[in-house]
């Protein structure tokens, strides 16, 4: 039987943040993961470390938006019907969390993880050597409509605020960032501090390859066997048992398949999420993200092709793919930008692990001597795997945290 400090369970980018920075602290950290490093949620999302985000994806505020969700016809969002039920209390308290003042007070709460959230990636890309994946082209929101525009005057206020620098352009001064861009929109603004990636899934490997180069260790195993033996937890694996005095979950949207049989039952949904790449056609390019704000959707640059991410869809997690928003926001795409043949047969899909107040939970488990939690990230997960990473490990070493963690506790559930 192996015998580490830690056991991390889960390998998407926040597990393997996590494991990269308890190693670097000297511990001995097993990393378990029932599939491949960074294959879960982490492979497939739009690429952009969004530091300078200000507010969550929110419930729309427009009456007209929100008739053509309950219709179906909204690229936005889709639902599948016979869930809803079960999902409606989740749904009522992320319509809570969506108010203007609770928006403004969640930026201020993620503020300081979302300022540190570059500035890991950064130092882990170049300990891991993954720079060649990082574009610091910033990313590009466009806005078709004046109403749409008018609509982010608050949070463009908030940003400023923080001191996040973006630079409002006309159609021409976004066409000299992306050539390629049709001319279908009336505003843009570029968000000239975040940064993208060419390749999340090679990035995740990079760090993983770095957290085995420090001397952690890898297993195959399901993370439903942990269990606690006398005052250790004790996990199964391909290569046997391992066990470890304390042990993180942060297994994203499978997280409450372990937690919940634990008693550790957090109100988690997942935001279903779509991808697909398509070839540019002709000589189109793209060198930065580009989301059309008001048709939900975001085209990144990868390195397989130019990768198109949906918006949520509200579904059970294991729930058969229904990728229709493709098809309502297909005719926006195309005419934004040059598309060519779809790269794939199918379109990949994930599921965004989502707290209503669009807050992960980093810190303790109630209840539950040794056991942490790293998870629920929802639509920033890429983003703050690295600065999670960080967090939770200053917190288990008893290092001073580099930011308050109480906003992402598990007991403000409880409170
Ligand atoms: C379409 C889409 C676009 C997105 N765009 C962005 C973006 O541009 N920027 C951003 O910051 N975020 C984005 N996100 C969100 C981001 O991808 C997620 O928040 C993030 O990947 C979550 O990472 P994670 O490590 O918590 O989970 P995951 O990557 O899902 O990792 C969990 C791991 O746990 C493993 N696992 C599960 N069950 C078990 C078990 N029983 N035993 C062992 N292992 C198990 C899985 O195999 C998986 O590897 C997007 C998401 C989607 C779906």
Redesign the pocket.
């Known amino acids: 039987m192996a015998r580490t400090d830690v056991i991390v369970?889960?390998?998407?980018?926040?597990?393997?943040s996590v494991a990269v920075h308890l190693v670097k602290r000297g511990l001995a950290v097993a990393l378990?993961?029932?599939?491949?490093?960074?294959?879960?949620?982490?492979?497939?999302?739009?690429?952009?470390?969004?530091g300078n985000t200000v507010f969550p994806p929110a419930f729309p505020s427009d009456w007209g938006e929100r008739l053509r969700v309950v219709l179906k016809r909204s690229p936005q969002a889709n639902y599948h019907f016979s869930f809803l039920p079960k999902i409606a209390p989740w749904l009522a308290a992320f319509y809570a969390a969506s108010q203007p003042s609770r928006l403004v007070e969640t930026a201020r709460l993620m503020r300081p993880l979302m300022a540190r959230a570059v500035a890991e990636h950064e130092a882990l890309s170049s300990e891991a050597g993954a720079e060649r994946y990082f574009r610091r082209t910033g990313w590009l929101k466009l806005y078709r409509s004046e109403r749409g525009f008018a609509a982010r005057q608050r949070e463009l206020q908030v940003a400023k605020d923080f001191g996040i620098a973006n630079v409002m352009l006309d159609p021409d001064g976004a066409r000299a960032l992306e050539p390629s861009l049709a001319p279908v929109f009336r505003h843009a603004v570029h968000w000239t501090g975040a940064v993208?990636l060419s390749n999340?899934l090679a990035v995740?490997r990079a760090y993983a390859a770095r957290f085995t180069a420090l001397g952690g260790l890898s297993f195959s195993?399901?993370?439903?066997s942990l269990r606690r033996i006398d005052t250790r937890w004790r996990v199964d694996t391909s290569a046997g048992a391992v066990d470890a005095g304390d042990a993180v979950v942060?297994?994203?949207?499978?997280a409450p398949?372990?937690l919940d049989p634990l008693g550790v039952a957090l109100p988690l949904a997942v935001?279903?999420?779509?991808?697909r790449h398509f070839r540019p056609d002709g000589n189109a390019a793209l060198s930065r993200?580009v989301l059309d704000a008001e048709n939900g959707y975001?085209i990144?640059p990868m390195e397989q092709g130019i990768r198109i991410?949906?918006g949520a869809e509200f579904a059970p997690r294991d729930a058969p793919p229904t990728p229709v928003q493709f098809d309502r926001l297909l005719p926006a795409a195309r005419n934004l930008f040059a598309l060519g043949e779809p790269v794939e047969a199918q379109p990949w899909?994930?599921?965004?692990?989502c707290f209503a107040d669009s807050r992960p939970v980093i810190g303790r488990a109630k209840g539950q001597r040794g056991l942490w939690l790293?998870?629920?990230?929802?639509?920033?997960?890429?983003?703050?795997?690295p600065a999670t990473g960080r967090l939770i490990a200053e917190m288990m070493t008893n290092a001073v945290p580099f930011c308050d963690p109480t906003p992402y506790s598990a007991e403000r559930f409880t409170r």
């Open positions: 369970l889960g390998a998407g980018i926040v597990g393997t378990i993961d029932r599939g491949g490093v960074g294959e879960g949620t982490s492979y497939g999302n739009a690429g952009v470390i969004e993208s999340p995740t195993g399901d993370a439903r942060a297994l994203g949207p499978w398949d372990l935001k279903r999420g779509y991808h993200p975001c990144t991410t949906t899909m994930g599921a965004r692990p790293a998870y629920g990230h929802g639509h920033w997960g890429l983003t703050l795997g």
